[in-house]
């Protein structure tokens, strides 16, 4: 599954400055768009957070509405920061945080700082920069692949196959959409 660049940054769901970061990268603007998509869904919405692990997290309904097990919607941005160092605090650390999911405990192996990541999840454009410069390392670690991007979700193979298969579907209506 070979991608195709785009290096045009109208028509998708990314604001101008992130598209323009990402091209400044190599990474194609509808690239993010697909990984945003299937990893916080079609509305682009950054107050998410996803607690990874077999255990069950109870979190007050007056500080975030739980969408589904373990996946907590807190509302704004500043709820959400002082939700994820609670967690964090309490030894919780295996978290996807914001749209597009990025894990705080793996952070760091993706080269970001995790203090950095706690300050940018929650905002849409911010933490599409942070997306950005992970695709960028998969993409020329890994050649420029549905393979390669589904290895933003998991550096697991086993998990990975299912991921580009799903990527390279919603990666190709973006492009369809494109042309319309």
Known sequence: MTLTFLSSTESFSLDGETARYCLSL???PAVLEAVGVLEGGKRPYPYLIR????????????VAREIS???FDCRQESI????????????VKNLDLGYYQIN???????GIDRK?????AFNLKEEGKLACRILADRL???GYNANAVATYHSLTPERNYAYAVRFYRVYRKILKRKKN
Do not use: D, M, Q
């Open 26 to 28: 190599g990474v194609p």
């Open 51 to 62: 607690v990874n692990g077999s255990f069950r997290v109870r979190v007050p309904k007056a």
């Open 69 to 71: 097990p373990n996946v």
């Open 80 to 91: 959400c920061r002082a939700l994820a160092l609670a967690l964090i605090t309490r030894g």
């Open 104 to 110: 705080y405990l793996h952070a760091p192996a993706n």
């Open 116 to 120: 950095e990541l706690l300050e940018k």
């Open 140 to 142: 020329k670690r890994y």
